[in-house]
């Protein structure tokens, strides 16, 4: 017994065709026109489009879990129903392991985190957060243990590693062609700015993006890609945030090095007047790299049409309003960073994106899927709907329209950022390796996610 799509238009980064697509247990077994239904339970999916499973590359859902108050609202439970309700079968989360721990420690800790408990696909970014000769010995490890990817920080002091030591990692991870996504901010001058308003008695969340602007990002940009010229490592920029990062980054292109260059939705769509709200709203919005101007929206969006963003991933990180967020009420640096979101991107993307005309729905799919899978090793397994790729697959209505709502979302937190805002298009039904799992924006299979093994890049 098999499934058939039957009538829908099978989109890539490359273009759409109008095939039958049958699934036969995890795979994508056959494509073509008039495909035999005999064996096979026929679904129609004419009118829709069947977009390969998105996959969000950033997102944290289990940092601080255990830690009370610090501890992110969501955990895999949740997070991963959010995401593959809304057609996300993939998700990429950073493993962050403590100071004093070891990466092996951190990949059991989030395996036992994640496994039996998400509803969509995952592996890790491993999180580097100190330098030493036994994680440098564990870089191998990880990469044999399917972890092909990892993550650094400029900014955050219980993060961040010196500058010689993230080239020393390049080195390393270079060795077995691996991926390195960094957080660039200047961490320095950011703890002077906090120093400063503090100080002064500017203690409102209007302060917070006024301690990162934009020359804190484009300085570490800069930085770090002057670091992989020097170490010879092509490198992903994480949540890039403003225009002057970009043209780091066209410098580094210039100068004909690799660079992969990720952005988020709220970086598109919202904007730094948010942080003027009344009462404490604009602690919502309290995220790092902060929301920036229209005019970096606009330069992003340039970048998201041209070519030079090559990804669209959430940077999910969410915190409720009340008991969390609030803790910063009397002071902004206080407030914990990050916003939820994992579940709106492929709608906010659609609406904002596609519909308004500034990218195809095919330039879509590269964002959010089928650019990631290749740029992190999940290609050809995710990322495309082709035989012998996994079944997983977005039947896409473009015609419903919707409005986000927190009383409405499956992410566990108390707002969304994006409340109120209109959105058309959504995931009719999404199928994860050859399962329906959600239909009409609901989980009607959960916990169905696996651990996916990744092998290095190619040379
Ligand atoms: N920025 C956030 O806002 N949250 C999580 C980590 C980060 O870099
Ligand atoms: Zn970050
Ligand atoms: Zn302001
Ligand atoms: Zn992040």
């Not at 017994?1 to 039958?20: F, H, N």
């Not at 108050?69 to 129903?81: E, I, L, P, Y």
């Not at 957060?129 to 010995?137: F, M």
């Not at 940009?221 to 010879?232: G, T």
Request: charged share 25%; aromatic share 8%.
């Amino acid at each position: 017994m098999s499934i058939l799509l039957k009538g829908g238009t099978v989109v890539s980064a490359k273009g759409r065709r109008q095939v039958d697509v049958r699934i036969t247990g995890e795979k994508i077994v056959e494509m073509g026109t008039n495909l035999d239904v005999a064996d096979s339970t026929v679904t129609d999916v004419s009118g829709a489009f069947l977009l390969p499973g998105f996959i969000d590359a950033h997102t944290h859902l289990e940092l601080n879990n255990g830690k009370g108050s610090m501890g992110t609202a969501d955990n895999f439970d949740t997070g991963s129903k959010a995401a593959v309700a809304k057609g996300t079968t993939t998700v990429i989360d950073m493993a962050t392991p403590s100071k004093g721990s070891s990466l092996k420690d951190c990949l059991n800790a989030w395996n036992h985190l994640a496994q039996g408990n998400s509803s969509c696909d995952y592996t890790y970014h491993m999180s580097i957060i100190e330098w030493n000769p036994s994680i440098k010995a564990e870089v191998k490890e990880m990469v044999d243990a399917g972890i092909t990817s990892f993550k650094m920080y400029m900014a955050y002091d219980n993060l961040r590693t010196k500058d010689g030591e993230i080239f020393e990692a390049m080195r390393e991870i270079r060795k077995y062609q691996g991926m390195l996504g960094i957080h660039c901010e200047n961490g320095d001058m950011v703890n002077e700015m906090i120093a400063q308003f503090v100080a002064e008695g500017k203690l409102s969340p209007h302060y917070h993006p006024l301690t990162r602007p934009d020359s804190v990002e484009a300085e570490a940009v800069e930085r770090y890609l002057m670091i992989a010229d020097l170490a010879n490592l092509p490198v992903n920029i994480v949540h890039l945030s403003t225009k002057r990062s970009l043209e780091a980054v066209k410098q580094a292109r210039a100068r004909n090095q690799k660079v992969y260059v990720e952005t988020c939705p709220q970086y598109l769509v919202l904007d730094e007047h948010l942080y003027d709200g009344p009462d404490f709203e604009g602690a919502k919005y309290v995220c790092s790299p902060p929301l920036r101007s229209i005019g970096d929206q606009q330069a992003l969006w340039e970048g998201v049409i041209d070519g030079q963003v090559n990804t669209i991933s959430t940077d999910h990180c969410s915190f409720n309003f009340e008991g969390q967020k609030t803790i910063g009420k009397e002071d902004f640096s206080k407030i914990p960073n990050g916003m939820p979101g994992v579940e709106t991107r492929p709608e906010l993307i659609y609406t904002y994106g596609v519909t308004t005309g500034k990218i195809s729905l095919e330039r879509m799919v590269g964002l959010i899927s089928e650019d990631i899978a290749k740029q992190f090793a999940l290609y050809p397994q995710k990322g495309i709907i082709q035989v012998g790729s996994d079944a997983d697959i977005v039947i896409w209505d473009p015609k419903t329209t919707g409005v986000i709502s927190a009383t409405t979302q499956l992410q566990n937190v108390d707002y969304t950022p994006y409340d109120g805002m209109q959105t058309k298009g959504s995931a009719r039904a999404v199928y994860l390796r050859g399962k329906k799992v959600a239909e009409n924006g609901q989980v009607i299979a959960e916990k169905q996610g696996e651990f996916i093994f990744r092998k290095s890049r190619e040379k």
